[in-house]
C-alpha cells in the first residue's frame, strides 16, 4: 500500500446502486438538452447588435446559461433559448445538491462511526461475513465490515441494507484503526483464506486498547480442524496485562455439523440396551462439510446397546481423502471408536446407488444420508435420486447440502413424499450465527456439568485450580476442557433416550424423573466412559500412566471392565445428577420418562 491508502479518506464506505446511476443519467441528459436547445437559441435569434453569432461563440454562450450569466440575448427569445436558461440552472442545482447528498453518504460513516464504541467489526465480506453483520443489525448491534476488494458485488448489497463498511486490507494496522477496531466489543474475522485470517488476527492482537476499556472479543474463522486446536491451546498459555486480546477459534462447519446431528439425532428416537439395531451414516463427497459430520458422529455415536457405529464415506477421490484423514486421527483406522470405511465411486453412479441400496435393505440399520456435494444443483439432483431409491425407507434421515435458501433449498423441502423427507442443511444463515460461533448448543449444559465436576474434585481430593487446568471458573478454563463439556453435553439426550427418558422444559407437562434406578446409572455409566474414550483418542490423548494432562496421557483410556471402583463412580455420580443440573440450567429444563424405546 502507498501513503495515501493509509489515510482515512482511502477507507470511507463507498456508496452505489441503481436508482442513483438512473438519477444521474438523467440529470446528464438533461444538461446536454439545456446546452443543445441554448446554441440552437443562440444561433437562431437575432443579437440585438444585429451581427450574427458563429456556432462556437453560441456555444459558449449556452454553456454560460448553467451559472446563470445571460449576454448579448438575442430579442426577441427563441423558444428553445427559453427553455435553456430555465433548464440550466435547474440542471446546476440539482447536481449540487445530488453531490452534496452523495458526499454526506459517502463521509457519514466517518462522521458517525468516531463517537462509536461497543460495536462489532467483522473482517471479510463474503457469503459468511455478510450473514453476520446482517444478524448484527437485527439485534440492533452497529457493525462494520472490513473488505480488501473494492469491486467485491456484495458491497452493492450492503449500500442497499446500510451496512457501514471500509475498502482496505484488514492485515494493515491502518485500517482497523480507522474501523476504530480497539474500542469495538466483537472482531470476527471470516476472510475465505485461514492464512488471512490469521495474519488479521495478529494485528488484533496488537491493537492498543485505551486504558480502561475492555478488550474485544476475537473470533476467527479457521477450516484447519487441527491448526485451529493447535493455536487456542498456544494463546490460552499467555496470559496478563501484555497477552493482547483474546483469540477464539471457531468453524462454521463444524458447527453445522453438530446443530444437524443434535435435530437430527444418530439414535433416532432411542436405542436400549438390547437393541438389536446398529447406526449407519453414509457421506457422499468427503469436503469440508463431510469431514465435519464424520467427526462429530464418531464423537456422538455411543448408544446403550454396544454396537459400534458405521461410518461409510463415497467420494471420488475416496483413497486420497482416507490417507489425509487418517494422518490427522489415525486412532479411527482401527475399529476402537467406530467403523469406518471409504468408497471410491461417483455420488452420480451405479456403483453408489447399489451400495447405497444395500445398506438401506439392512433391516437392524438406522441409516442416515448426508450429501455433501459443492455443487448445489449436483447435490439437489442426487437427492431427489435418493427419495426415490429409498420409498421403501421412509424412516431414514436424507439430509442434503446446500449454501443457501435462496437457491435450491425450497426445492428440496417441497418434493413430493415418495420416500424420506429430505432435510436442507449447510446453509449460510444456518452455519453463521450466534450459536455456531459462540458454541451456544448446549452451552448452559456443558457450564453445569464442568461446575458439578469442579465442585465434586475439590471435595474428594487436596487439587486445587492453581494446580489443575480443569478445574478452573468456566470463564478461564481451556478451551479443550470447555469442548469436553460440550461434548458430554450433546451426549445427554441419546443416554436419556437409551433408557426411555427425554429432555423437555421444565413447565411442560409430564412429571419429572427426579432419580435413576441402579441399572439406569450402570447402564448410563457405561456409555459415559466409551463416549469420552472416544473424545480424548479423537483429541490426540493416548494411554499411559501416570496421567499427565499436559502431555494429554491418562491411564484412565481402557475399557470399563478396566477401570477401578473409583473411576466408574465418577461417571456414575455423573449420570446419577443429570436431572439435577438440567433443573439448574436456564431456561429450566426437566427428565421426563416416555416408555421405552421400540426395537422394532
Known sequence: MNAADHQPDAHIARYHDGAGRRQWLVVAGLGILALVLGTIGFLLGKPADGQPQGALDALYNAMR?????????????PWELQIARFLAPLVLVVTLFKGFVFVARSHRHAFLHRSKHGHVVICGLGQKGLQLARQCRRQGQW???IEKNPHNDLLTV???????????????????????????????????????????????????????SVRPECFV??????????????FEIETGPNAGCGLNFFDVYDGEARRVLLELPLDGPGLPQNDPRSVQVV?????????????????????????????????????????????????????????????????????????IEGWAAEKDTLLHLFVCLDDNASAVEVGLRLQETLADRPGCHLCVRVKTRSSLAEVLESSAPLGPRITAFGMVA?????????????????????????????????????????????????????ESNRQQADHIAIKLRAIGCQLVPAPDAGEAAAKFSPDEIETLAR???????????????????????????????????????????????????????VGQMRPAMKVVREGKPTTE
Open 158 to 212: 450492503c449500500d442497499n441494507e446500510g451496512i457501514f463498511y471500509w475498502v482496505g486490507d484488514a492485515t494493515e494496522s491502518a485500517v482497523l484503526d480507522h474501523a476504530r477496531a480497539a474500542l469495538a466489543k466483537e472482531i470476527i474475522i471470516v476472510t475465505p483464506e485461514d492464512e488471512t485470517n490469521l495474519r488479521i488476527a495478529m494485528q488484533v492482537r496488537r491493537l492498543a486498547v485505551p486504558a480502561g
Open 283 to 355: 457421506l457422499l463427497g468427503f469436503g469440508r462439510m463431510g469431514r465435519s459430520l464424520a467427526l462429530r458422529a464418531a464423537k456422538m455415536g455411543h448408544f446403550a446397546n454396544g454396537r459400534k457405529l458405521r461410518i461409510s464415506v463415497i467420494d471420488r477421490d475416496a483413497d486420497r481423502h482416507r490417507d489425509q484423514f487418517l494422518f490427522h486421527h489415525p486412532m479411527l483406522e482401527t475399529d476402537t471408536i467406530c467403523r469406518l470405511t471409504f468408497h471410491q465411486a461417483e455420488a452420480r453412479s451405479l456403483t453408489a446407488r447399489r451400495l
Open 527 to 581: 456409555m459415559e466412559h466409551q463416549r469420552w474414550n472416544a473424545e480424548r483418542w479423537l483429541a490426540g490423548w493416548q494411554y499411559g500412566q501416570p496421567s499427565d494432562k499436559g502431555r494429554h496421557i491418562s491411564e484412565h483410556l481402557v475399557g470399563w471392565d478396566q477401570l477401578t471402583e473409583l473411576i466408574r463412580d465418577y461417571d456414575r455420580k455423573a449420570v446419577e445428577l443429570i436431572p439435577t443440573l
Open 430 to 482: 444456518d452455519a453463521c450465527c450466534d450459536p455456531a460461533f459462540r458454541h451456544e448448543y448446549n452451552e448452559a449444559m456443558a457450564r453445569a456439568i464442568h461446575e458439578h465436576f469442579v465442585n465434586q474434585r475439590l471435595a474428594d481430593s487436596d487439587r486445587r485450580p492453581e494446580n489443575d487446568p480443569a478445574l478452573r471458573p468456566w470463564e478461564t478454563l481451556r478451551e479443550d476442557f470447555r
Open 221 to 234: 474463522h479457521l477450516e484447519n480442524i487441527h491448526l485451529r486446536e493447535r493455536l487456542q491451546r498456544l
Open 143 to 145: 457493525v462494520i465490515v
Open 65 to 77: 446559461l448553467f451559472h446563470m450569466h445571460f449576454e448579448h440575448a438575442p430579442y426577441p427569445l
